[in-house]
Structure formats: C-alpha cells, structure tokens
C-alpha cells in the first residue's frame, strides 16, 4: 500500500494494490508497520461504523474534542463516494480549507483523518457503504457538526440539493462554533498525536 500526505497536515490518502483473476480480487486495505513508518503510530481501532446511504446524501462536517478526539480510517465497501476532510483546528495554517478523495470500491483507496479534523462526505450512487475504523468509541457529549453548506467553508459537495439529516442541516456555521469555543486548537492536537508516537 502506498501513502500519500494530503494538503492538510494530519490527513492521508492510502492506495493499496489490487490483485485481481477471474474468481475476483484482493487488497490488503492496511498495514500496521507501513502505516506506523508514515503516521507515526499504529491505527487504534476502538469502533468500527458503518453506513449505507443512497446517491446525493452529503454527511457530516463532524469531529470530536481532542483529547481524545476520535481518528477515522475510511473506506468504501460499496459502490462511490466523495471524502472530504476539513481542517477545523483554530491556529492551523490550513484553517478552514478542505480536500476531497474519491473512494471506491474498485480501487479501494482509504484515507485516514486524524483527531481534530473534520469529516464528511457525498455518495455518488445509490447503496454507497463505508466503513469507518475509529480511535476512539463514540461519545455523544464530545461530537459536534458543522452546516455542511456553510458558506464560509465553500465546500464543493458537487451535488445542487444534497440530501442531508436533520442533524447536519440544522447544525450551526463554523463562525457560530468558534465562537463558542468549540473547534480544536491545532498545537493541542499536535501534542496528543506525538503522546501516541512509538
């Protein structure tokens, strides 16, 4: 598997070879020794989720309080979708800015969003499913959401009339939630990464 930095510090894009014949194909979607080498740790898994959506369903921008935050390693299990990740952490240089993946299930690619970042995503078909490998267990108390059309990320969604969940379409604008004093500080998040460092 290959591992590539996005544009965004703390966010990764991993291909894995795909060996295919005529029975089908296999991937070796992780590796904990080339995913330590690059990241700096290994992946703790805590929860796996798991979701179907249909096509034009946007999810997200979600993340959690760091420490301890909550890692993320997706992938797609079914059908197309568009990954976005969204730097939410107040002091970051990448503040506010995003970047998008295509994950599918022909290439299989994953991308790997760490504690403090934002997370969404669009499903290009109907049936999407993806997996997401998380960090830490979900907690209702420590989770938040951004509108996903605030106009302030001018997040390109591809899709004029996504179909969102109440949740996230009733969820406030990033200005609202720095206000608040509720997005990540980078150097906060910086440190608990390098707490989890081999």
């Known amino acids: 598997m290959k591992i ?18 005529p029975r089908g194909n296999f991937a070796e979607l992780y590796k904990e020794d080339v995913f330590t080498a ?11 989720n798991t979701s179907t959506s249909a096509r034009d369903v946007v999810r997200g921008v979600h993340w959690a309080d760091v420490p301890p935050g909550q890692a993320k390693y997706v ?17 970051s240089p ?7 993946v295509l994950l599918d299930a022909v290439e299989k690619k994953a991308v790997y969003i760490s504690e403090g970042l ?7 078909q109907d049936d999407t499913s993806i997996h997401y490998l998380c960090s830490t267990p979900y907690n209702p108390q420590r989770e938040y959401v ?6 302030q990320l001018n997040i390109d969604w591809g899709v004029a009339d996504p179909v969102l969940s109440a949740r996230d379409g009733n969820a406030p604008s990033l200005a609202n939630v720095k206000a608040d ?8 998040c910086l440190a608990f990464r390098d707490s989890l460092k081999v």
């Open 118 to 124: 934002g997370h969404g995503f669009r499903a290009l």
């Open 38 to 48: 690059e990241i700096g740790h290994p992946l703790r898994i805590a929860q796996i």
């Open 146 to 151: 951004i509108h996903p059309l605030d106009p």
């Open 75 to 91: 992938t797609c299990q079914r059908g197309a979708l568009v990954d976005f990740v969204i730097d939410l952490r107040v002091g």
């Open 94 to 100: 990448t503040f506010g800015q995003w970047e998008s």
């Open 4 to 21: 590539r930095a996005l544009s965004i510090e703390g966010a990764y894009e991993i291909t894995p070879v795909v060996l295919g014949d």
């Open 181 to 188: 004093g509720r997005l990540p500080d980078y150097k906060a």
